[in-house]
């Protein structure tokens, strides 16, 4: 389910998932949005990673994981 976020949405709560520098250009994005529309528990987390994000970007060979389960 990707809730209308493409790149964020297909996360995968049960598995890894990673993105590489060149997905933070769709990824940033979509944090920002999160960031100002969702409710504040859900929007205070996404500031937090798209600070993550957006050192992602900044750098190479770094890469934004989330660990499912």
């Known amino acids: 389910m990707?809730?209308?976020l493409p790149g964020i949405g297909y996360v995968d709560k049960y598995d890894d998932t990673v993105f590489n520098r060149s997905q933070m250009r769709l990824v940033i994005p979509e944090l920002t949005q999160l960031g100002t529309?969702?409710?504040?528990?859900?929007?205070?987390?996404?500031?937090?990673?798209?600070?993550?994000?957006?050192?992602?970007?900044?750098?190479?060979?770094?890469?934004?994981?989330?660990?499912?389960?």
Do not use: K
């Open 2 to 4: 990707n809730d209308g």
């Open 37 to 69: 529309s969702a409710p504040a528990a859900v929007a205070e987390a996404a500031e937090e990673v798209l600070a993550l994000a957006r050192t992602v970007e900044r750098l190479s060979h770094r890469y934004l994981v989330f660990n499912g389960d």
